[in-house]
C-alpha cells in the first residue's frame, strides 16, 4: 500500500508538469477560462475536475468541459501507468492542484463548499497526501 501511493505521487508529480506544461498553458491563453478563474465563476474542485462556482454560461461551459476532457484523459493515462484507478488518481491531483491555487481563486473544501484561497493553506482532504 505504501509503495503504491509512492507509485501514485511520482505519476501525479508528472501528470502536474504535464497539466500545468499543456492544458495550463491553453487555460492562460483562453481569456474565458482565466476571466472566469479570476472573477471566481470557477475553481479547483477536491475530484481533481474544475468546477463551476456560480452558474456558467455556454461558453464558459465549453472551455471547461475542454479541459476536464483533458484533465481526465492524462489521468487515464496516469493512472494505467501507476496502477491506480482513474480517481485515486484524480483526487491526488486535486489536492496537488487545490494547494496551488493562489489567494483570491477558487477551491472546493472537503464538505463541498467553495472558499477562496488567502494567503493561509487552503482546507485540503483527508486523504490528500
Same mark, same amino acid.
Given at each position: 500500500?505504501?509503495?503504491?501511493?509512492?507509485?501514485?505521487?511520482?505519476?501525479?508529480?508528472i501528470?502536474?508538469?504535464?497539466?500545468?506544461?499543456?492544458?495550463?498553458f491553453?487555460?492562460?491563453?483562453?481569456? #474565458?477560462?482565466? @476571466?472566469?478563474r479570476s472573477?471566481? /465563476? %470557477?475553481? *479547483?474542485?477536491? &475530484?481533481?475536475?474544475?468546477?463551476? #462556482?456560480t452558474? @456558467?454560461?455556454?461558453?464558459?461551459? /465549453? %472551455?471547461? *468541459?475542454?479541459? &476536464?476532457?483533458?484533465?481526465?484523459? #492524462?489521468?487515464?493515462?496516469?493512472?494505467?501507468?501507476?496502477?491506480?484507478?482513474i480517481?485515486?488518481y484524480?483526487?491526488?491531483?486535486?489536492?496537488?492542484?487545490?494547494?496551488?491555487?493562489?489567494?483570491?481563486?477558487?477551491?472546493?473544501a472537503?464538505?463541498?463548499?467553495?472558499?477562496?484561497?488567502?494567503?493561509?493553506?487552503?482546507?485540503?482532504?483527508?486523504?490528500?497526501?
Open positions: 500500500m505504501v509503495m503504491r501511493k509512492l507509485m501514485i505521487r511520482s505519476g501525479i508529480a501528470a502536474l508538469a504535464t497539466l500545468v506544461g499543456a492544458p495550463a491553453a487555460q492562460n491563453r483562453d481569456p #474565458v477560462y482565466s @476571466a472566469a472573477e471566481g /465563476k %470557477v475553481g *479547483e474542485m477536491v &475530484n481533481g475536475y474544475l468546477g463551476y #462556482v452558474p @456558467a454560461d455556454a461558453g464558459l461551459k /465549453k %472551455v471547461v *468541459e475542454d479541459l &476536464n476532457i483533458r484533465r481526465r484523459a #492524462v489521468y487515464a493515462e496516469k493512472a494505467k501507468a501507476t496502477n491506480a484507478t480517481e485515486e484524480a483526487l491526488t491531483s486535486g489536492c496537488l492542484l487545490i494547494s496551488h491555487t493562489t489567494p483570491g481563486e477558487k477551491y472546493q472537503p464538505d463541498g463548499s467553495w472558499q477562496t484561497r488567502t494567503a493561509a493553506a487552503p482546507l485540503r482532504d483527508p486523504r490528500c497526501p
